[in-house]
């Protein structure tokens, strides 16, 4: 657990990105600012399982970026977070504003059949890139955070990875997909060590996107886990719902 204050304000203080930040402490509160902003944002001493969800969301479909303005040499921090739902970004939208005192802003993509919530809020983006350690950019070589890695706060990461990048078929079951096989056989890792849970195939192929040949690879939830599944893991989203009530 991260609880000392310091640290998490030394961490947050990024020249390169940000002025100097204000800060205000009451009642085991912290609240920070940009200098000559009025605009507040409330950083958590402790990780909390909301945290770890919506690291796994990020992980899933989303994204945190730094995108540099070269006309006005600024440097602009975003957390961009996909779904095809908008009932479930709303959600999502709503536990980012429990957590920090902000929203984000849902709009449609143009070019895709989804939608996307933004979060263009500095301090909020430097806390998942500082404090919790997700990386900015394509998600290569991705590996689960160290703070999350214990039995009280993995399923909840599992849960926002799967409520965004994870699906279910009546054929095959809950299963994932993705380029990251180390990251993937983490999750089968991790998931047996904490909760007992199997998956009975690992899937790693290539496909030609482009005349570009990339690693594909693929997980699949044993059938006999698919219930304890779904009882340990605080799965958000609402495609499971049928798959709930058909159990």
Known sequence: MINHTEDILNKLFDKKLVSNIEFNIENNKLTCWLKHSDFKVNILLTITPKISYLTGVIYGDGNVSIIEKTKEKLLCLRISM????????????????????????????????????????????????????????KKDNLKIPIVLINKQLFKFFLAGLF?????????????????????????????????????????????????????????????????????IIPLKHEKYYNMLMGL
């Open 163 to 231: 409520d965004t990048d994870g699906f279910f078929t009546e054929t095959f079951g809950i299963m994932m997909c993705g380029n990251n096989s180390e990251f993937l056989k983490e999750i089968i890792e991790l998931s047996r060590k904490y909760y007992d849970l199997r998956f009975r195939k690992f899937y790693s192929g290539t496909i030609n996107v482009n005349n570009i040949l990339r690693t594909r690879c693929q997980i699949q939830l044993s059938r006999g886990s698919i219930t304890k599944f779904i009882s």
């Open 82 to 137: 996909f779904n095809a739902s908008l009932l479930y970004l709303k959600k999502i939208n709503n536990i980012i504003y429990s957590l920090f005192g902000v929203y984000g802003k849902l709009a449609k993509k143009k070019d895709k059949n989804c939608y996307v919530l933004r979060i263009n809020s500095k301090l909020v983006c430097l806390y998942f890139l500082k404090i919790i350690g997700i990386k900015n950019g």
